[in-house]
């Protein structure tokens, strides 16, 4: 008698690998019902996994989303490094903040990773206050020592960012055509390509509008 195949044995998930799931559970979860409408529990319903084990994993609801939070931080921050490290620096040239903020406008198109962003820049609780102003505060950082741009610069890149961020949060885009005063805005910082053309020079703006 001929003894058939085994049966491949499914490989275990490795710490990293299980935490990393629950972190994308959690950005889910908390992009939905943001930081008071979330419990452990519906972090653990969305993860596939038992309440108690998101709790060993990362302790409190507060742990959870200060590692959530940062996560998304991280990701901004990582995107303008991996952005800075490809194209020809000069922020004179209205181009070059077009590109950088193209970069940024791809990330953010991640409707979870944004809204948690906005969840966690709207929670007042000191420990996520602080990240915000860590994060604020290294991404200004970045910006002035990696591209040599004024603090104007800087300051209007940013600004720019904070406005696209609101702008894709209240579904902009999908509503755009219904009123001429949204769409004149929504056209102001991004191209007809759809991509995000965010500049640290506000005298280019009429160049970047769609009419």
């Not at 198109?109 to 007042?124: E, I, K, P, Q, Y």
Request: with cysteine.
């Amino acid at each position: 008698m001929s003894i058939g195949a085994a049966e491949p044995r499914t490989r275990r998930m490795s710490a990293p690998e299980r935490r990393a799931l629950v972190l994308a559970a959690a950005t889910r979860a908390f992009a939905k019902g943001g930081y008071s409408g979330t419990s452990t529990d519906a972090v653990a319903k969305e993860a596939g996994v038992s309440q108690p084990y998101v709790v060993r994993m990362f302790g409190t609801k507060a742990d959870l989303f200060h590692a959530v939070f940062t996560r998304a931080l991280d990701e901004i921050v990582r995107t303008f490094n991996d952005k800075l490290d490809t194209v020809t620096i000069d922020p004179s040239n209205p181009q070059f903040w077009a590109e950088l903020g193209s970069a940024y406008g791809e990330l953010v198109l991640d409707r979870d990773l944004l809204l948690v962003m906005l969840h966690g820049f709207a929670t007042s609780t000191d420990d996520v206050a602080a990240v915000s102003r860590t994060a604020m505060s290294g991404i200004y950082t970045l910006l002035r020592e990696r591209t040599g741009c004024t603090p104007e610069q800087a300051r209007l890149f940013i600004a720019n960012g904070m406005l696209i961020n609101n702008l894709l949060a209240m579904m902009a885009p999908e509503h755009a055509d219904d009123d001429p005063a949204l769409g004149e805005l929504w056209g102001s910082v991004f191209s007809d390509s759809t991509a995000i053309t965010l500049t640290g020079d506000e005298s280019s703006s009429e160049t970047d509008t769609v009419s």
